[in-house]
């Protein structure tokens, strides 16, 4: 019987999610019923303690997992059927990833590892410029990562996940490595993000200054949500 | 901003791939190593096989005769049983064959005139017709054979002979001889140096019976059908067998690169030089890989295809191989010319050179196979699991 959103303008939604590790004795219920949704020009900062399921959520929000039972819509679409290959376009074109360890490409410059998710989505290389000036990088689009503090190399880090203006932002812990100034930029950059362009912001934080900032603030313990 | 989306026609794929592996010079410098030493090595054993083949037939290949007639059941040009001379009569009263002559080949024993022995082959030919003798003569004049006891030799194997100038007397097989000139450049297979001579000369120098002879070459008239006259020399010549030129030089060539198992040892090497290559080279892509799997597993995550993953981990083979091919042929095609004033010849002929990028490429992609899968198997959402 396929279930329908209760919310049609959210850009995620979830019901019913649960999440099992393993099997057997050394199974793992990392999620159980959630019911979950944000829309656009929102950021939602999604809290809770070590162990408690943020990055299983975010992972299945980010079609990078699939979800024992429950359902996830995107923008409206049910994902449960669609195969691996659909999956990758649906973040490629859809969603933009930030995470703890910025993952840049060591071996790129700021410029470079911006027009690698430009080529990957079929868009202008020429807007790497652009899209390093929104973050304030400007200056460094010829450095190598190693030559950017960390919060320069997260800021490298959104915006290649800008890099064909996705509808959808998915963050885990993108402060954690930071210092609070630097964190707080980083934050304040993903609201703006948020309001200005209307996109739907996800932050996986243990950091309560990051959830001063967002619109909201889920949190979740063993797996569940609690209000 | 430059764009960067034309480099090698694989776009950002291409970008990632070089630098990649000019991200750790250290390990590149030991891919490339790694491939020049293997494309070297090939080439060398190749150069070397195709040397040795090239020197096994080329007395053969440098005669104007167009068939050979040689005693039955004879394996290569250097050792054959003997022959009546009156085959040469037979084969001239043969319709088609335009002129018969004998042909003489003996080993024979050289005194150095330093002292010391060492074993040549004499080749006695008709100085009068010109199909065969000497060629490449860079001292002294053909028409100085016709001294009865002058002999040519290569400078190839002036030392080995101990005979440096025109005029020296050694001694073959007891009898006296003078060195009256000297070719270059005819190398010989079997470890012993050619003795050019005219046909009387090498006859009186190996002792070999005026009734009797090697070979008999000769040509054939202008419009005569090979085959044909090939096969009307077979039934008149029944105690023979009958090869045009090539089929000889071929028969030869067959016999000691292979019958004798000198070539497939010369081949062994090379097709072992490819395997160490092979996998030197798996091993860094591998390495390569692996230490820029979290890379593969992020461009997943973001949900690049596949095939962009296969683009930069086979740019990754392909300019290494073509970076590790450039200087691996330049370092053989030297060692082949400084080859040229050795006993032994490495022939690099360019359709080895050009074959050889071929098969360095496929030695390169072939080795990243094993890389493709391991960062195909990794999970898109490790990314967020550290
Ligand atoms: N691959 C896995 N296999 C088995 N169990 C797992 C796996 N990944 C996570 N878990 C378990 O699932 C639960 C939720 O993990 P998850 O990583 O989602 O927590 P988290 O809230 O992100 O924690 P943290 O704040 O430490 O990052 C934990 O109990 C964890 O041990
Ligand atoms: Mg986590």
Same mark, same amino acid.
């Given at each position: 019987?396929?279930?329908?959103?209760?919310?049609?303008? *959210?850009? /995620?939604?979830?019901? =019913?999610?649960? &999440?099992?590790?393993? !099997? $057997? #004795?050394?199974? @793992?219920?990392?999620?159980?019923?959630?019911?979950?949704?944000?829309?656009?020009?929102?950021?939602?900062?999604?809290?809770?303690?070590?162990?408690?399921?943020?990055? *299983?959520? /975010?992972?299945?929000? =980010?079609?990078? &997992?699939?979800?024992? !039972? $429950? #359902?996830?819509? @995107?923008?409206?679409?049910?994902?449960?059927?669609?195969?691996?290959?659909?999956?990758?376009?649906?973040?490629?074109?859809?969603?933009?990833?930030?995470?703890?360890?910025?993952? /840049?490409?060591?071996?790129?410059?700021?410029?470079?590892?911006?027009?690698?998710?430009?080529?990957?989505?079929?868009?202008?290389?020429?807007?790497?410029?652009?899209?390093?000036?929104?973050?304030?990088?400007?200056?460094?689009?010829?450095?190598?990562?190693?030559?950017?503090?960390?919060?320069?190399?997260?800021?490298?880090?959104?915006?290649?996940?800008?890099?064909?203006?996705?509808?959808?932002?998915?963050?885990?812990?993108?402060?954690?490595?930071?210092?609070?100034?630097?964190?707080?930029?980083?934050?304040?950059?993903?609201?703006?993000?948020?309001?200005?362009?209307?996109?739907?912001?996800?932050?996986?934080?243990?950091?309560?200054?990051?959830?001063?900032?967002?619109?909201?603030?889920?949190?979740?313990?063993?797996?569940?949500?609690?209000? | 901003?430059?764009?960067?989306?034309?480099?090698?026609?694989?776009?950002?794929?291409?970008?990632?791939?070089?630098?990649?592996?000019?991200?750790?010079?250290?390990?590149?410098?030991?891919?490339?190593?790694?491939?020049?030493?293997?494309?070297?090595?090939?080439?060398?054993?190749?150069?070397?096989?195709?040397?040795?083949?090239?020197?096994?037939?080329?007395?053969?290949?440098?005669?104007?005769?167009?068939?050979?007639?040689?005693?039955?059941?004879?394996?290569?040009?250097?050792?054959?049983?003997?022959?009546?001379?009156?085959?040469?009569?037979?084969?001239?009263?043969?319709?088609?064959?335009?002129?018969?002559?004998?042909?003489?080949?003996?080993?024979?024993?050289?005194?150095?005139?330093?002292?010391?022995?060492?074993?040549?082959?004499?080749?006695?030919?008709?100085?009068?017709?010109?199909?065969?003798?000497?060629?490449?003569?860079?001292?002294?004049?053909?028409?100085?054979?016709?001294?009865?006891?002058?002999?040519?030799?290569?400078?190839?194997?002036?030392?080995?002979?101990?005979?440096?100038?025109?005029?020296?007397?050694?001694?073959?097989?007891?009898?006296?001889?003078?060195?009256?000139?000297?070719?270059?450049?005819?190398?010989?297979?079997?470890?012993?140096?050619?003795?050019?001579?005219?046909?009387?000369?090498?006859?009186?120098?190996?002792?070999?019976?005026?009734?009797?002879?090697?070979?008999?070459?000769?040509?054939?008239?202008?419009?005569?059908?090979?085959?044909?006259?090939?096969?009307?020399?077979?039934?008149?010549?029944?105690?023979?067998?009958?090869?045009?030129?090539?089929?000889?030089?071929?028969?030869?060539?067959?016999?000691?690169?292979?019958?004798?198992?000198?070539?497939?040892?010369?081949?062994?090497?090379?097709?072992?030089?490819?395997?160490?290559?092979?996998?030197?080279?798996?091993?860094?892509?591998?390495?390569?890989?692996?230490?820029?799997?979290?890379?593969?597993?992020?461009?997943?995550?973001?949900?690049?295809?596949?095939?962009?993953?296969?683009?930069?981990?086979?740019?990754?083979?392909?300019?290494?191989?073509?970076?590790?091919?450039?200087?691996?042929?330049?370092?053989?095609?030297?060692?082949?010319?400084?080859?040229?004033?050795?006993?032994?010849?490495?022939?690099?002929?360019?359709?080895?050179?050009?074959?050889?990028?071929?098969?360095?490429?496929?030695?390169?992609?072939?080795?990243?196979?094993?890389?493709?899968?391991?960062?195909?198997?990794?999970?898109?959402?490790?990314?967020?699991?550290?």
């Amino acid at each position: 019987m396929p279930q329908t959103n209760a919310h049609p303008g *959210s850009a /995620l939604e979830t019901c =019913g999610l649960s &999440l099992v590790y393993g !099997s $057997g #004795e050394t199974a @793992v219920t990392a999620l159980d019923g959630v019911d979950f949704a944000v829309s656009a020009g929102e950021v939602l900062a999604l809290m809770g303690p070590s162990g408690s399921g943020k990055t *299983s959520l /975010l992972m299945i929000l =980010g079609c990078l &997992l699939r979800p024992s !039972s $429950g #359902e996830v819509w @995107v923008e409206g679409r049910a994902i449960a059927n669609l195969p691996d290959r659909d999956l990758g376009r649906l973040r490629l074109q859809r969603m933009g990833f930030i995470f703890q360890s910025y993952n /840049l490409f060591p071996a790129l410059t700021a410029a470079e590892n911006v027009q690698v998710a430009l080529e990957l989505k079929g868009r202008d290389l020429n807007d790497a410029a652009g899209l390093l000036e929104r973050v304030g990088l400007g200056k460094r689009l010829h450095n190598f990562p190693r030559q950017l503090s960390g919060g320069e190399k997260q800021r490298v880090a959104i915006a290649r996940a800008l890099a064909g203006d996705p509808p959808i932002l998915l963050a885990d812990e993108p402060t954690a490595a930071l210092d609070s100034t630097n964190g707080r930029a980083v934050v304040n950059l993903l609201c703006e993000l948020a309001h200005e362009q209307g996109r739907a912001v996800v932050v996986v934080t243990h950091d309560p200054r990051v959830g001063d900032l967002a619109d909201r603030v889920v949190r979740i313990e063993d797996g569940r949500l609690c209000s | 901003m430059k764009g960067q989306r034309t480099r090698w026609g694989l776009g950002m794929a291409g970008l990632l791939a070089w630098r990649n592996l000019a991200h750790d010079r250290s390990r590149f410098i030991v891919t490339l190593v790694g491939i020049i030493f293997a494309v070297v090595l090939i080439a060398m054993q190749i150069g070397l096989f195709l040397g040795f083949s090239d020197s096994t037939t080329n007395v053969i290949r440098h005669t104007r005769a167009d068939f050979w007639i040689v005693a039955k059941g004879s394996q290569n040009f250097e050792v054959t049983l003997p022959i009546n001379e009156r085959e040469i009569y037979l084969a001239r009263s043969v319709p088609g064959v335009a002129a018969a002559e004998p042909l003489l080949v003996q080993f024979g024993n050289w005194k150095r005139p330093g002292g010391g022995d060492e074993s040549v082959l004499v080749v006695g030919t008709d100085l009068n017709t010109g199909l065969a003798g000497p060629w490449n003569i860079v001292a002294g004049r053909l028409e100085d054979l016709r001294r009865p006891d002058a002999v040519m030799i290569d400078l190839v194997f002036a030392d080995k002979l101990g005979v440096h100038e025109v005029g020296t007397t050694v001694e073959i097989l007891g009898r006296r001889a003078r060195v009256v000139g000297f070719t270059r450049g005819i190398r010989s297979f079997t470890t012993s140096p050619w003795v050019f001579a005219s046909y009387r000369t090498a006859q009186h120098l190996t002792g070999f019976p005026e009734t009797d002879t090697n070979y008999v070459i000769g040509t054939l008239a202008p419009d005569a059908d090979p085959a044909e006259v090939r096969a009307a020399l077979v039934a008149a010549l029944p105690r023979t067998d009958v090869y045009l030129s090539e089929q000889f030089a071929a028969r030869t060539r067959d016999y000691w690169m292979f019958t004798t198992g000198a070539g497939a040892s010369v081949l062994v090497s090379a097709v072992l030089g490819l395997l160490v290559g092979m996998v030197i080279v798996a091993q860094v892509l591998y390495a390569t890989t692996v230490d820029h799997l979290p890379e593969f597993g992020t461009l997943r995550a973001m949900g690049a295809p596949r095939a962009f993953v296969y683009k930069v981990i086979l740019g990754q083979a392909v300019l290494s191989a073509t970076l590790g091919h450039l200087p691996g042929i330049l370092l053989a095609l030297a060692v082949a010319k400084a080859s040229e004033a050795g006993a032994a010849v490495i022939l690099i002929p360019w359709e080895l050179a050009v074959g050889l990028y071929g098969v360095t490429l496929a030695m390169c992609v072939l080795a990243s196979v094993v890389s493709i899968r391991k960062a195909m198997d990794i999970d898109p959402a490790m990314v967020f699991q550290r």
